[in-house]
């Protein structure tokens, strides 16, 4: 059972565009929603994450999108880079419950391309 | 050290050998996760320590996978008997706070190609 569904698979976005990212999950236990960006060759590093008593939270280019009622989270990215070509994946948990629930549920990625 | 280190960072091995793969958590960090990323997909939950204990297991797809910790120290994943299907790039994270969802670091990886 995937629980967390990320879309679209890749994106191709022109400098200086908008790249959104979506994911959706299932469990309604999770309360903090990371994004994380992956370089080739590189583990993933943390970008941005919310805590779901936010509906949107912003740093620099990048912002997450909250929607608690659709069970769903939005990364997007203003002002698209070709520095910022890379795969990014979207996750959820519930860390403050103990428990198994602490560790990350990944979506399964999506590769954005920033054409010059 | 100043971030997760694992090796090595890419192991080639026939099918039916055994692997290790070992992890340096960042220093004082006492959570410690094991993931696989297979291509074009996302990462899956192998295990998890807390300290040299592991409270959750449920990842590790078979027997044939084992993981072991020292301390708040480095951990070795094992695979034995390897078989095509494992190949992946097997990713360590470590956490200052454990259990929580906070502040992963991961490594570089550790490529596995089993042929």
């Known amino acids: 059972q995937q629980q967390v569904k990320q879309s679209p698979q890749s994106l191709i976005v022109q400098k200086g565009g908008i790249s959104i990212i979506n994911c959706a999950y299932e469990n309604t236990a999770f309360d903090y929603f990371p994004w994380y960006q992956q370089f080739p060759g590189k583990g993933p590093a943390l970008l941005i994450a919310i805590r779901p008593d936010v509906s949107e939270k912003k740093e620099g280019r990048f912002t997450i999108s909250f929607n608690k009622s659709a069970k769903q989270f939005s990364l997007h990215i203003m002002d698209s880079q070709p520095g910022d070509s890379a795969t990014y994946f979207c996750a959820a948990s519930n860390p403050n419950s103990g428990g198994s629930n602490y560790k990350l549920t990944f979506g399964k990625g999506t590769l954005l391309t920033v054409n010059p | 050290g100043a971030g997760v280190s694992q090796s090595p960072s890419n192991k080639v091995t026939e099918k039916g050998k055994d692997v290790e793969l070992r992890c340096d958590p960042i220093?004082?960090?006492?959570?410690l996760y094991w993931y696989r990323q297979r291509l074009g997909q996302g990462l899956e939950f192998l295990i998890y320590f807390q300290g040299n204990s592991a409270p959750d297991k449920s990842g590790l797809p078979s027997d044939r996978f084992s993981a072991e910790r020292t301390g708040e120290s480095v951990s070795t994943l094992t695979i034995q008997r390897t078989q095509q299907e494992d190949s992946a790039v097997y990713l360590c994270?470590?956490?200052?706070?454990?259990?929580?969802?906070?502040?992963?670091?991961f490594g570089s990886g550790t490529r596995l190609t089993v042929v």
């Open positions: 994270a470590s956490s200052r706070q454990g259990p929580t969802g906070y502040g992963y670091t």
């Open positions: 220093s004082g960090h006492t959570a």
